[in-house]
């Protein structure tokens, strides 16, 4: 009988983990154990459908927490580690960027070392991959060339500093302690059961309840986009062929400006409701700047597209329609996650 791969997933209960563990899950040859705090934006609705599967288990926990985690790795016995769990919104990160040390810093150093002391003691399988941003390379102008793996970083705010601190870690544990690790740089995800604070999940919310859209200064700040299952696909590719020690950066050549964003989703609402008016125009509502905001993000995916074969696959109108439908079919979720503490944030920092 062919035995297991066991995987730690933390901050599996987030956007981004919960989709890789609802793949990941699909082969019966892969136990999945997810290691999230459950901090606002973590939703074990996400992964209702599995909650029962025999090759899946929760555990609520910190990655900072070095004896839970020392428990978890001694009883399970992991092949892999991918490590979700973080800090992610930039806003959030000006407020209060201690949070953002603790978790994406700190909490991974205690992640690295406690996967460190495992690989060395058990010397079988084992790979820990970290899951990172794109906002590690700073801002480009409109002209300048897409970020490949070469890019200087150069974060610009708390956010993406802590998570350039967190790749400069990743590596350090490879180079120093021979510890098997992969890291990926990824542009702008969306796709279903994204937190609403982010821009796509906000517009069409925002939209359903006919309330004002936030746009940061005049709203052409370009985004590169990058569907929730081509990432997947791409971090399952990464650690089956990727090279230890290795960088792949993973975007989905789907640049748009945030206004531009906005109005695809309002006239696609307008078309569905069967409105006359321009919701676009009716709903949008120009706020303050963000301090420090970058102008552009664009990822040269060229690396993982030639070493390991790998390339988006959904096409930005088709994931955008896929994304808006199942917002409009999940009311149960949207309700939930809408009476929790987000509803608060958006109100004191967006309206």
Same mark, same amino acid.
């Given at each position: 009988?062919?035995?297991?791969?066991?995987?730690?997933?933390?901050?599996?209960?987030?956007?981004?983990?919960?989709?890789?563990?609802?793949?990941?899950?699909?082969?019966?040859?892969?136990?999945?154990? @997810?290691?999230?705090?459950?901090?606002?934006?973590?939703?074990?609705?996400?992964?209702?459908?599995? +909650?029962?599967?025999? @090759?899946?288990?929760?555990?609520?926990?910190?990655?900072?927490?070095?004896?839970?985690?020392?428990?978890?790795?001694?009883?399970?016995?992991?092949?892999?580690?991918?490590?979700?769990?973080?800090?992610?919104?930039?806003?959030?990160?000006?407020? @209060?960027?201690?949070?953002?040390?603790?978790?994406?810093?700190?909490?991974?150093?205690?992640?690295?070392?406690?996967?460190?002391?495992?690989?060395?003691?058990?010397?079988?399988?084992?790979?820990?991959?970290?899951?990172?941003?794109?906002?590690?390379?700073?801002?480009?102008?409109?002209? +300048?060339?897409?970020?490949?793996?070469?890019?200087?970083?150069?974060?610009?705010?708390?956010?993406?500093?802590?998570?350039?601190?967190?790749?400069?870690?990743?590596?350090?544990?490879? %180079?120093?302690?021979?510890?098997?690790?992969?890291?990926?740089?990824?542009?702008?995800?969306?796709?279903?059961?994204?937190?609403? +604070?982010?821009?796509?999940?906000?517009?069409?919310?925002?939209?359903?309840?006919?309330?004002?859209?936030?746009?940061?200064?005049?709203?052409?700040?370009?985004?590169?986009?990058?569907?929730?299952?081509?990432?997947?696909?791409?971090?399952?590719?990464?650690?089956?062929?990727?090279?230890?020690?290795?960088?792949?950066?993973?975007?989905?050549?789907? +640049?748009?400006?945030?206004?531009?964003?906005?109005?695809?989703?309002?006239?696609?609402?307008?078309?569905?409701?069967?409105? @006359?008016?321009?919701?676009?125009?009716?709903?949008?509502?120009?706020?303050?700047?963000?301090?420090?905001?970058?102008?552009?993000?664009?990822?040269?995916?060229?690396?993982?597209?030639?070493?390991?074969? =790998?390339?988006?696959?959904?096409?930005?109108?088709?994931?955008?329609? %896929?994304?808006?439908? =199942?917002?409009?079919?999940?009311?149960? =979720?949207?309700?939930?996650?809408?009476?929790?503490?987000?509803?608060? =944030?958006?109100?004191?920092?967006?309206?």
């Amino acid at each position: 009988m062919k035995s297991k791969n066991t995987f730690i997933v933390t901050g599996g209960a987030g956007f981004i983990g919960s989709n890789f563990i609802l793949k990941v899950i699909k082969d019966p040859n892969n136990f999945v154990i @997810n290691y999230d705090l459950l901090t606002y934006a973590g939703n074990l609705n996400n992964l209702k459908s599995i +909650e029962n599967n025999q @090759n899946y288990f929760f555990v609520k926990g910190d990655i900072g927490d070095s004896s839970k985690l020392n428990g978890l790795f001694d009883k399970f016995k992991p092949n892999f580690v991918v490590n979700f769990a973080a800090e992610t919104h930039v806003d959030r990160s000006i407020l @209060n960027p201690k949070n953002f040390l603790d978790t994406n810093i700190l909490g991974l150093h205690c992640l690295l070392n406690i996967s460190t002391n495992y690989f060395k003691s058990h010397k079988k399988l084992f790979k820990f991959l970290n899951i990172s941003t794109d906002e590690v390379y700073g801002s480009l102008n409109t002209n +300048e060339l897409p970020f490949n793996e070469n890019n200087q970083f150069k974060p610009n705010s708390p956010y993406s500093a802590s998570k350039a601190s967190g790749d400069h870690l990743v590596r350090s544990y490879n %180079k120093t302690f021979g510890l098997p690790t992969l890291t990926s740089n990824c542009s702008n995800n969306y796709g279903p059961m994204q937190f609403p +604070e982010k821009l796509i999940p906000l517009v069409i919310i925002n939209y359903l309840n006919n309330k004002k859209i936030p746009v940061y200064g005049d709203g052409k700040n370009i985004r590169d986009w990058l569907y929730v299952e081509d990432h997947i696909d791409a971090l399952q590719m990464i650690l089956s062929k990727g090279e230890i020690g290795d960088t792949y950066n993973i975007g989905g050549e789907n +640049e748009f400006e945030n206004l531009h964003i906005i109005k695809i989703i309002c006239d696609y609402l307008d078309n569905h409701f069967d409105k @006359n008016e321009s919701s676009f125009v009716r709903l949008v509502n120009f706020v303050k700047d963000r301090e420090g905001h970058d102008f552009r993000y664009a990822i040269d995916s060229s690396k993982i597209n030639k070493k390991l074969g =790998w390339k988006a696959k959904v096409a930005f109108n088709k994931g955008i329609d %896929k994304t808006i439908k =199942w917002y409009l079919n999940n009311n149960d =979720w949207l309700n939930q996650v809408q009476s929790r503490s987000y509803q608060k =944030w958006i109100n004191q920092n967006y309206l």
